[in-house]
């Protein structure tokens, strides 16, 4: 793809009250990153011109973005109280190239191929356009004889027009003279008392210029509102990310039970058991993960883990078994077996070492945080405890119930308990029972 012939811009000014939240709409997350993620990852594959405009907490938004893009994408700042409305956003916008694709910043599901096909039409503009029975909320489009006449907000409508199931989707394109003339002759005479780009349609319209409409997917081109439709959203690219996994060879039962995020990765062949969540940056590489684990920006590698285990961030686990209720937070473990009712924390555990039922480090003395460091070959009974920071070296044999607050020696025996106590029959006299 030619990148040098198509300048993006992505409205994303707008608070999105809709969404009843604190946080910017386009913020809001789906499949664990923001939805301008998504839209501004699509955009760079077909431009090296992506601007991005900002107004409601436009610093937040732009570190945020940066954080992903760098300088590959450039912000503008939209005056959201002079010119409010998504015709308001552009204004002051310069596009590199002759060809502009407007998209808004609310549709986290659109993908390249499909946005590169406005590239494709001979037409001075080309509208996207949804034909869905439940029109909520979308400015309604009139179209005759395959051109696009008008785009009618729905708090503009009346009742002949709301009747209409052609419905603006939100992306155009435009060829730069139509956005330069048109424009400035935007007026805020409307409803929302907002400069509406839709109305440009008319205005261009009105001269006869080439407006198509290019039919679209409601898959591909799905406005996020409100939660609800943030919920939606993330169903259809949570199967998008499951899908292009199952046909890369990851085995899933029951993928509609499975939650897998966009910073995911799987190397090799791995298994994903139903209910499975596994989210962050993780890298999933030859290993089984059993039903209704959850792994959280980890690495793992030739292991298995679960059923009902949780691995929390920068867990890393090599060659090793973690079994059920095992949490693993911030720890190194390889070649160890952990297989029941355990808390790793700020740990590193070496090779060959068993971890018995029970064993938790205590690596917070309410103040901070601090590390176990276990060597190898080390068996720790179950029921123990390790008082961070402390160091085990290699070849321990820590007996069941004990509570390890000292470093141990290479190859040491270690076992604290209470001293036994034992009354025979003593049940039936506290009681007063016969026995
Ligand atoms: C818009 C369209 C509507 C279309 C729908 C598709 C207009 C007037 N209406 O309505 O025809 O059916 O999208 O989803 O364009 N934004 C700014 N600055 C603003 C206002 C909005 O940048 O002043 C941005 C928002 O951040 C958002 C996008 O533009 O990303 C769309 O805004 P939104 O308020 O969601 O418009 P809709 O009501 O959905
Ligand atoms: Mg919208």
């Excluded at 439709?229 to 199967?239: K, M, S, T, V, Y």
């Excluded at 139903?274 to 793992?300: L, P, T």
């Amino acid at each position: 793809m030619n990148k040098n012939s198509l300048s993006i811009v992505i409205l994303a000014a707008g608070k999105g009250t809709r969404m009843k939240s604190n946080t910017p709409k386009v913020l809001h997350r789906i499949c664990g990153r923001e939805m301008l993620y998504y839209s501004i990852k699509e955009s760079l594959k077909l431009s090296n011109d992506v601007c991005v405009i900002l107004g409601f907490e436009a610093e937040r938004i732009k570190e945020k973005m940066q954080e992903y893009f760098g300088d590959k994408i450039r912000f503008l700042y939209q005056d959201l109280v002079d010119f409010p409305g998504t015709g308001g956003a552009l204004k002051g916008y310069l596009p590199k190239y002759k060809k502009v694709l407007v998209l808004n910043g609310d549709m986290p599901l659109v993908q390249a191929e499909e946005l590169s096909k406005f590239m494709h039409l001979d037409s001075e503009v080309v509208m996207s356009v949804l034909d869905l029975p439940n029109t909520n909320g979308y400015g309604r489009v009139v179209i005759r004889e395959n051109q696009v006449q008008e785009i009618i907000e729905e708090k503009d409508a009346n009742a002949e027009i709301l009747a209409l199931h052609t419905l603006n989707a939100g992306v155009y394109c435009f060829n730069r003279e139509i956005l330069e003339s048109y424009l400035p002759r935007l007026d805020n005479n409307n409803a929302q008392k907002e400069y509406y780009l839709t109305d440009i349609i008319a205005l261009a319209r009105r001269d006869s210029v080439t407006i198509m409409p290019l039919f679209v997917e409601i898959t591909n081109f799905k406005g996020v509102n409100d939660k609800l439709d943030l919920a939606r959203a993330e169903e259809i690219l949570g199967d998008r990310i499951k899908e292009s996994w199952i046909k890369k060879g990851v085995l899933m039962c029951l993928p509609n039970t499975i939650y897998i995020e966009e910073g995911v990765e799987f190397v090799g062949e791995c298994v994903v058991e139903n209910g499975v969540r596994i989210c962050g940056d993780s890298k999933i590489i030859h290993s089984h993960i059993k039903a209704q684990s959850i792994i959280e920006s980890s690495i793992i590698e030739s292991s298995d883990v679960g059923p009902l285990a949780h691995l929390r961030p920068q867990s890393v686990i090599k060659n090793t078994h973690i079994g059920n209720f095992v949490e693993v937070k911030k720890s190194q473990l390889e070649s160890v077996k952990a297989g029941h009712l355990s808390y790793i924390g700020d740990s590193e555990i070496g090779s060959g070492t068993n971890i018995g039922a029970g064993f938790i480090t205590c690596n917070y003395n309410g103040k901070s945080k601090h590390k176990t460091i276990i060597g190898k070959n080390v068996f720790i009974g179950s029921d123990s405890q390790a008082v961070a920071p402390v160091v085990i070296e290699d070849d321990c044999l820590i007996g069941a119930g004990s509570t390890i607050r000292r470093n141990l020696k290479k190859g040491e025996l270690f076992v604290t308990r209470g001293e036994e106590v034992s009354k025979a029959g003593f049940f039936y006299k506290f009681f007063n029972k016969k026995s």
